[in-house]
C-alpha cells in the first residue's frame, strides 16, 4: 500500500471466508513499505518475534532501528530478534498492562501511522475479527511552526511510555519521542485517544482515556438526528464494571452538541452558550454467546483471546450481587446460533446460573422468528469471533453514525480509568491507544457546520442496500442537490445490535467447563 489516507479502517483478513468477505480486507504486511525505511517504532501486549520478524513482517527488517515497546511479562526472545531491534518495556503498576497495538515507521519523507487492534501472533492476524487504520504524514516544511493536537497526543503518548530515546545511527544520532514532531500532522483525519497508567488530576484530568473521550466528544456539534441516539461498546475482554463506573463510562461516550441550522459557531468549539447537549442513548454492550462460540470458525479454541470472566460478566453471587446493570444491555455479535435454544439450559448450568436469571433485554423464546434485519451479517464475520474493540453512536436505524472509535481499549477501568476523589482524580492501569473518527476532522472547509458541508458516516452495509460499499470516503449524486460526502466503515456486527433472548442466549465464558458438548471442529471443553 504506497499511500494511506487515515479516512477509514479497514478489517484485517481472516482465513477460512469465502473471498467475497475479504474483498476489502486488508493484512499488516500490506502496510510495511521498504523503499527508504529509516526507523519503526513497535507496540503491543502479545508479540510473537519468529512470526513478526522472520514470517508475516519480514519487511520489518530493513528499517536502520527498530524499537519494539512490550509487555513486561512477555519479554521478546533475543534469540528471534534481527540485529536492528532494541526492546524497552515501560514500569507499570500492579494488574496493569502495556495493551497498546501500533506501529510508526519513518521513511525519509514521511511518516506512517498505523493503529491495530490485533496481537502481533498469528492466531489474531487471521483467525479473529481485527481492524487495522493508517495515515501517512509528510514531513515538515521548513520554517513551519505550532502543532496540531495529533501531534501533540502523539508525542506525549511516547513521552509517557518512559522511552529515553535510542541510538539510530553510529554517528550518534537519536530517536525520541521528540523526533515525531519533524512530521507534520495537520491533515489528521482521527483524534487519538489513548490511557497511561495514572492518578491524572486538574488540567491532565482529561488528557487520557474515557474522560478524553468526553472531552472531545463534549467540543462538537452532530445532527439533530443523534439525540439521545444508542450506543454501542463491542470489545474482547471486561473487567469489574460496577454500576458507578459504567455510569461516568456511559457519561463520556453520551457527550456531544447538538448542530442547530448550522448557525452556532465554529464547529467543534467547545462550550457554545445555550446549545443543546445530544444527551445518553441506550448503552449496548455487544459480546458473543455460547453458541456463537460453538459454531465459530475454529470452534472453542477462539475463546481464548476473549477472556470473559462469568464473575466480571454477571457477578460472583447471583442473588445478591448480580450485575444487572450490565446483563440487561448485552448484544449478540452475529446472529446467537440456530441451536441456542436446545442448549440453552446446559449453557446455565455450566456458568452455574440459577433458573430465575436471564441475559438481555430481548424477547422470549416463544415470540416469534427473525426479521430479514436480525439475519444479516454485515461483513460476513459472524463466524469469526470479534478482537476488535470498537465504539459507536448511531441512528436508531443504524444507517448512519454521529461518531466511531477503533482501538486496544476493552471495557475496564483499568483501561479507560475510573474516576474517584470527588471525580477529581482518574486512576488509569494500563496503556491503550485507539483513534476516534469525528466528521468534523474529514470536511473540506474549516467550519463545515457554518458552511452546511458535513460528512455523513455510515456502515458499508446497510439494511435494505443490496451491495456492501467499500471502506472509505465517496460521493452521492442527488437530483434533488448536491452531492452528498459519505464515509464508510466496515462495522462487522449488526446495527441496532440484536438483544440476547431471554432464556436462549447466554454469554461466553472462559474457565468454564462446557462438557460433551462438541464444537463445530468436533472439540469439546472439560470433562
Sequence with gaps: IESCDGLSYHLMYTSGLPDEHNRHARRVRNYIKTNDAQWALMGNYMQDEQFIFHAELGGLRKFMRIVMFHHAQYPPHANLLPPNV?????????????????????????????????????GDFY????????????????????ASDFENDLVQYFEALQWPGTAFSFTGERITAASLRAYDYSKATVQLIA???????????????????????GAQRFSSEFVESPIVAQFSSIGSIQPEWLADFEESVGAGLVLQDGHEGSAGAPGVVGAPRLGGGRLSLVWPTMEEMRRSLLGWIMGGPIPGRIENLAGKDWDKNLKKHLISKYCMWSTGGDNARENHDHYKRCIGAPAHVSFGPGTSSSQGQHDAQDAIDPEGRGRSMPHIKTLVRHHASGKSLAWLYLGSHNLSGAAWGSLNKNKTQLRILSYELGVLFLPSLVSSTPDPAASGEVVKF????????????????????????????????????????????????????????IGPLQDSQGNTIGE
Excluded at 89 to 107: D, Q
Excluded at 127 to 146: H, R
Design 458 to 513: 455510515e456502515p458499508t452495509s446497510v439494511v435494505g442496500r443490496s451491495r456492501r460499499e467499500k471502506p472509505g470516503l465517496r460521493e452521492e449524486r442527488s437530483l434533488a442537490g448536491p452531492a452528498q460526502r459519505v464515509l464508510a466503515f466496515p462495522i462487522p456486527y449488526r446495527l441496532p445490535p440484536r438483544p440476547y433472548r431471554r432464556d436462549v442466549d447466554i454469554p461466553w465464558a472462559v474457565k468454564v467447563s
Design 195 to 217: 490511557s497511561v497508567p495514572g492518578s491524572h488530576t486538574g488540567q491532565d484530568l482529561h488528557k487520557w482515556g474515557h474522560m478524553k473521550l468526553r472531552r472531545v466528544l
Design 127 to 146: 483467525d479473529m475479527t481485527d481492524a487495522i487504520w493508517a495515515q501517512d504524514f509528510p514531513k515538515k516544511a521548513k520554517g513551519t511552526e505550532g
Design 86 to 122: 532494541v526492546t524497552h518495556a515501560p514500569r507499570l503498576p500492579s494488574f496493569g498492562t502495556h495493551h497498546s497495538k501500533f506501529f510508526v515507521l519513518a521513511y525519509t519523507q514521511e511518516v506512517r501511522v498505523i493503529v491495530i487492534t490485533a496481537n502481533s501472533i498469528q
